[in-house]
C-alpha cells in the first residue's frame, strides 16, 4: 500500500508564510500527478494545486502568485510553498496522490491524513 505523510501546518499570522510537504511511500513506480486540496468547515474539499510528473502545474485562482508547487519525483514528495497567507486560506489541507501506479501494476489515488493551516487577522 502506499501512505503519504503530511508535515508543516500551523498558526501563522496573516501576510506570513508557512511551507507544506508530503512524502508518499510505499511499492510506487510512478506518480502521475500529487496536488494539495484543502476543506474548511462546511465547505467542500478544493483544489488549491496540482504537479504532474512533467513538471505543470495548475493553481485555484484564489492562491494564483502567492503560493508554488513544487515536486522531487525521485523522493516523490511535493511542497506547498506559501506566502502572503490570507485569514480566508485557514483549512485541513489535504496532500492527494493521483495515478499511482505500483510495482505491481495497479493503479489507485491516495490521500493523506490531513495538516491544519490557520492563518489570523
Known amino acids: 500500500q502506499v501512505q503519504l505523510v503530511e508535515s508543516g501546518g500551523g498558526l501563522v499570522q496573516a501576510g506570513g508564510s508557512l511551507r507544506l510537504s508530503c512524502a508518499a511511500s510505499?511499492?510506487?513506480?510512478?506518480?502521475?500527478?500529487m496536488g494539495w486540496y484543502r476543506q474548511a468547515p462546511g465547505k467542500q474539499r478544493e483544489l488549491v494545486a496540482t504537479?504532474?510528473?512533467?513538471?505543470?502545474?495548475n493553481y485555484a485562482d484564489s492562491v494564483k502568485g502567492r503560493f508554488t508547487i513544487s515536486r522531487d519525483n525521485a523522493k516523490n514528495t511535493v511542497i506547498l510553498q506559501m506566502n502572503s497567507l490570507k485569514p480566508e486560506d485557514t483549512s485541513v489541507y489535504y496532500c492527494?496522490?493521483?495515478?499511482?501506479?505500483?510495482?505491481?501494476?495497479?493503479?489507485?489515488?491516495?490521500w493523506g491524513q490531513g495538516t491544519q493551516v490557520t492563518v489570523s487577522s
Open positions: 504537479i504532474t510528473s512533467g513538471g505543470t502545474t
Open positions: 492527494n496522490a493521483a495515478g499511482v501506479v505500483l510495482r505491481n501494476g495497479w493503479s489507485s489515488d491516495y
Open positions: 510505499g511499492s510506487i513506480f510512478r506518480i502521475n500527478v
